[in-house]
């Protein structure tokens, strides 16, 4: 999904496979013991998502005050998570990849 938007490519981050975008990391996947993608967000939207009760999403203690919501891939819907991805891209992504993909 997220190789479809410009700039992205495939990376590390805390020696796990993640993806980044004009060098800044949008997605990891997680080894800790909960397991997950760790997907950048806007804090409002994780504070939502959390609040929501799906079990598609959480967090743990080290992400606290940080912008990141953590995502149960077995469980997340493949439309949301596509837009979660382009949102996090859009977080991260400069401004000229930015302009490129709206003139899309």
Known sequence: MAKKLPGVEESTS????????????????????????????????KEALLASGDPAFFTTSHYD???????????????QLREMIEEAWRLRAPAKLRKELDAR
């Open 14 to 45: 805390y020696r796990t496979p993640s993806l980044k975008a004009g060098g800044k990391v949008l997605a990891r996947l997680r080894t800790e013991a909960e397991g997950g993608l760790a997907l950048v967000c806007a804090m409002e939207e």
């Open 65 to 79: 005050g940080y912008g990141y919501i953590l995502v149960d891939l077995g469980q997340v819907d493949e439309d």
